[in-house]
């Protein structure tokens, strides 16, 4: 079992940033693929970003490239996603996601979902 726990989530106003960060705790961190996804009421879940156990194959949604940024750091158990230049369609709650497959994780398809942070960017 891989425990999952999303922070930094908050409100900021259009063109600001945010960095999240999602905690994990359970099995070996640095064998799993992690990833982003975001939803927002009656929507789908939407892919955001992802990265491989190693760092070296990263994913991005079109949505969010050149803005969001996604790093691991093995020795910390920790993922982030650094957002920047967010726009009001940004506003979601930002889910961390865990999967021995990064392109698994791209997909969704995966075992292990934190319990989301919510972002609200003003216009």
């Known amino acids: 079992q891989v425990r999952l726990v999303e922070s930094g989530g908050g409100l900021v106003q259009a063109g600001g940033s945010l960095r999240l960060s999602c905690a994990a705790s359970?099995?070996?961190?640095?064998?799993?693929?992690m990833g982003w996804f975001r939803q927002t009421p009656g929507k789908e879940r939407e892919f955001v970003s992802a990265i491989s156990w190693g760092g070296s194959v990263i994913y991005y949604a079109d949505s969010v490239k050149g803005r969001f940024t996604i790093s691991r750091d093995n020795a910390k158990n920790t993922v982030l996603l650094q957002m920047n230049n967010l726009k009001p369609e940004d506003t979601a709650v930002y889910y961390c996601?865990?999967?021995?497959?990064?392109?698994?994780?791209?997909?969704?398809?995966?075992?292990?979902w934190g319990q989301g942070t919510q972002v609200t960017v003003s216009s």
């Open positions: 359970g099995r070996t961190f640095s064998n799993y693929g």
């Open positions: 996601a865990a999967d021995t497959n990064v392109n698994d994780v791209k997909r969704g398809q995966v075992p292990f």
